[in-house]
């Protein structure tokens, strides 16, 4: 629960800054250049290597897979039809794409099934999400950013982009076995623990209690796809039609019904991706999936029982 009152609190700092103006408007695209010029790049170098890819833990670790690639033309199909801009449409498959797996994933697990919740959580978030994150989620944002680009420019972009190039080095360290020095891992550890409260505090400080009535829709087709699709297309797969009811694919449900992945929104908004629907689509998709999780885990429960 210390991670709910640590997201609750940043989150409600960042509002306190914008909205008493002791910081300059635009203070949270400082932040984010910390969290993607070292501290996320420090964070996937030391999750990443610790990964134990294994088969049987398939189901939590392709979830996030899944989900994202439904939602890529699942939002181009919606996009086309209401004229969306390029932004708009790059900031809701990235947004909704990906689920808060691991801030906000890992204490709901852990309260409802122990040590082995934890453990269904970190795979869905590691290999699953961040892993995901930091290639196809990279690529599509940067697309969908800035207008259209060569296959050149796309290219070069992806691979000067400092996650993604932490991430390919983090793979290759998994694959050789080797292990990072004591003293780059308590480093590496250290700034990776900035991600998530300046993550929090520069979606707070972007966030908008009154949302622009010509983003109210988008706001509520992005949610209700991450919120109800995106849990709804994994209870199907998995536990109606491979009809599996373990801690596996219960834990799958949820950590698919989780609210938009912070570390997501940030690549989205250093892409120019709509900041301000962004933010929106944090700040109001977290408390929101705590109201529609629990409907997820009775409705789990009621068909095991």
Known sequence: MESLLLLICCLALGIAFRMSGLLPEKAYLSLNSIIIYAALPALILQKIPAIPFSNNVLMPVLMPWLIFLIAIPYFIFLGKRRGWDRQTLGCLIITCGFGNTSFVGIPILQML???????????????????????IGIIVASYYSAGKSSKRELIGRVFRFPPFLAFLLALALNFSNSQMPAFAGYTLARLGDLVVPLALLSVGM??????????????AIGLCFKLIVAPAIIFVLYIIILDNHGILSR???????????????????????????????????????????????????????
């Open 113 to 135: 099934w122990g040590e082995e919740g934890v453990q269904i959580a970190i795979m869905a978030d590691q290999p699953g999400s961040f892993a995901a994150l930091s290639t």
């Open 206 to 219: 972007q966030l908008n209690p009154s949302v622009p009535e010509k983003d109210r829709n988008k706001l």
């Open 251 to 305: 834990g799958s449900v949820l950590e698919a019904g989780m609210g938009p992945m912070i570390t997501a929104a940030i690549i989205a908004t250093n892409f120019g991706l709509r900041p301000d629907l962004t933010g929106s689509m944090v700040g109001f998709g977290i408390p929101l999936s705590f109201l529609t999780l629990p409907v997820w885990y009775w409705l789990m429960q009621s068909g095991i029982n």
